[in-house]
């Protein structure tokens, strides 16, 4: 999987010709999460409602601060693998 940042052991990749809106996965232990990079900020997607679909809001926060700062990077990665 095209691991593209890790950051305070969260782990954001985009798997191979994914599908639209721009967005990452993320995975940090049992969490999981997807974040939308599609606008001027990072998302959590819409809907996210998998069995490892994050339950702590404290690490959804975490994951989505770390994608906002790092934005302009994983817009740049989306681009390349697409």
């Known amino acids: 999987m095209g691991n593209v ?3 305070d052991g969260f782990r954001f990749f985009i798997p ?5 809106p ?3 996965h993320v995975e940090k232990g049992d969490f999981a999460t ?3 990079i599609s606008g ?3 998302v959590l997607m819409k809907g ?4 490892r679909a994050a ?11 770390l994608a906002n700062d790092n934005l302009q990077k ?3 990665e989306w681009r390349e693998r697409q």
Not at 48 to 51: G, V
Not at 55 to 65: I, M, N, S
């Open 5 to 7: 940042l890790t950051v």
């Open 16 to 20: 191979p010709n994914d599908h639209e």
């Open 22 to 24: 721009d967005h990452v």
């Open 34 to 36: 997807k974040i939308d």
């Open 40 to 42: 001027d900020q990072a």
């Open 48 to 51: 996210e409602k998998t069995r």
């Open 55 to 65: 339950k702590d809001p404290k690490l959804k926060k975490r994951a989505l601060r």
């Open 74 to 76: 994983l817009k740049a």
